[in-house]
């Protein structure tokens, strides 16, 4: 205990700029506050703006005095023990101004008391942290010692373990004591295997709970619960349901949570179900990415996305489709599908024609230069992403399309249209004679080679008007 009142006195700690900002805020306020009340009530004969606006000064210079002073205890009730050795000489000729002086005085001590508190809050909740991770090692321990005797995990330790674990705290502190432990211990990963009751009993308890709780639940089966250690199908139902929680934040570790441990048929039902209710969506990059973290079979999860695929709200489909292209070039044929097909939502035609780029499709290199012909200023997205994508495809084609695209009059097909032909190997000399007369396609041109450092001569390149 006295080592533990020591670092109290002895350490510090930064405050972070939104702290800052709020106590100076809030000292600004409060000064202000007294200010105006001395200035509507004085009633004297003599009011004296210096005195006034001294002792709004006097309560800021007093908090940023603490911002400077930190966390450091020790530091701050000597700063107490300086400033009361401080004496007021000057004749007080209205009683009020005595009262607005100890107002002021009473505004910097508060300031003084708070950074003291809020200093010892800080240090003991770490110091609480840290012997709750204790008490769970010690007792993690002695199960794991059973283990690799061959025994198996004390049914009171599973009870003790359910009851802890229900308060947040303790979930903490458990999860700082498992990123503490060397996960490819096989007694360990046993042990976590022999927990299955307990993160089930859990898994219920925080379905009842706020969605912040639930959330955080999610966030630690996530990053501590492998594929294999703890897959139960009561498990995985109970986390889906999760999703229906109107957090955004919940929604999305429980999401994390499924692509961790559970099979991909329950990701596919979980994922028809976002966008049933009112407040259950999730934005289309965050699922993809999301689902780029799957530990299964993503061949499985894909080919069970494309019996369903029909049955996904429009956005999600564009974000399975955008995890498709980040995962695998083995589903060309459908994705030719959807390309070729002027019925889809043109969301869901444009990651097409993304896929055809990142992945090369012979029978698409027709369809793209069709897109990127296209002069029509209603269709100058299918030519900006296709005037992309053609950047992976060759042939004189390729570059007479590209060489009409850069004199469009809309700026992206231009700027995507010279970033494909930069890639072409053409020399200098040719990529300005494509340019030709256009000022703005050849100020395109050099962006993108000076861009790239192909040009040796730095100096500016005539413009032929």
């Not at 079979?297 to 489909?317: N, T």
């Not at 974000?319 to 980040?326: C, E, G, N, V």
């Not at 043109?346 to 993304?354: G, N, P, S, T, V």
Request: charged letters at 25%.
């Amino acid at each position: 205990m006295r080592e533990y009142l020591y670092q109290l006195l002895e350490s510090g700690g930064d405050l972070a700029p939104a702290t800052i900002a709020l106590r100076l805020a809030v000292s600004v306020v409060i000064a202000g506050f007294i200010f105006l009340s001395y200035r509507l009530s004085h009633s004297g004969s003599i009011y004296s703006t210096k005195f006034n606006v001294s002792l709004s000064v006097l309560t800021i210079i007093t908090t940023t005095v603490m911002i400077v002073i930190g966390n450091n205890i020790a530091l701050s009730l000597g700063m107490v023990g300086a400033l009361s050795i401080v004496r007021f000489r000057t004749a007080i000729k209205d009683s009020r101004d005595t009262i607005y002086i100890y107002a002021y005085g009473l505004v910097c001590l508060s300031m003084l008391a708070f950074n003291t508190i809020y200093s010892l809050y800080l240090r003991s909740d770490e110091y609480r942290l840290k012997r709750k991770i204790a008490r769970i090692s010690h007792r993690v321990t002695v199960q794991i010692q059973r283990i690799e005797t061959g025994q198996s995990v004390e049914e009171k330790h599973c009870y003790w373990m359910r009851r802890r674990l229900s308060r947040v705290n303790a979930l903490l502190a458990f999860d700082r004591f498992l990123d503490e432990r060397d996960g490819r211990d096989p007694a360990f990963s046993e042990y976590l295997q022999q927990l299955r009751p307990v993160f089930l009993y859990l898994a219920a308890v925080y379905q009842r709970r706020e969605d912040t709780q639930a959330a955080y639940y999610c966030h630690f089966l996530s990053r501590h619960l492998s594929r294999g250690s703890v897959q139960t199908e009561e498990l995985q139902s109970i986390i889906a349901s999760y999703m229906e929680k109107k957090s955004l934040y919940c929604r999305l570790n429980t999401l994390k949570a499924l692509c961790a441990f559970a099979n991909a048929q329950t990701i596919v039902d979980t994922l028809l179900l976002l966008g049933s209710k009112p407040g259950t969506q999730l934005h289309e990059k965050l699922i993809a990415e999301t689902l780029l973290t799957f530990t299964g079979d993503a061949d499985d999860l894909i080919g069970l996305v494309w019996e369903r695929f029909e049955r996904f709200l429009p956005w999600i489909q564009r974000a399975l489709l955008s995890y498709i292209r980040f995962q695998s070039g083995d589903y060309c044929e459908q994705m030719m599908d959807i390309l070729l097909d002027s019925g889809r939502n043109k969301e869901l035609r444009f990651e097409a024609i993304r896929y055809m780029g990142k992945y090369p499709f012979p029978p698409a290199r027709k369809q793209l230069l069709k897109f990127v012909s296209d002069t029509d200023p209603l269709h100058w997205e299918y030519a900006a992403i296709s005037a992309s994508a053609l950047a992976r495809y060759e042939g004189q084609e390729v570059i007479e399309a590209l060489s009409l695209a850069i004199h469009s009059s809309n700026w992206y097909v231009r700027y995507n249209a010279a970033a494909s032909l930069e890639t072409k190997g053409l020399t200098y000399e040719q990529l300005l004679d494509i340019a030709g007369d256009d000022r703005y396609s050849r100020e395109m041109l050099i962006y993108h080679l000076e861009s790239h450092e192909r040009i040796e001569d730095k100096k500016e390149v005539p413009i032929r008007v």
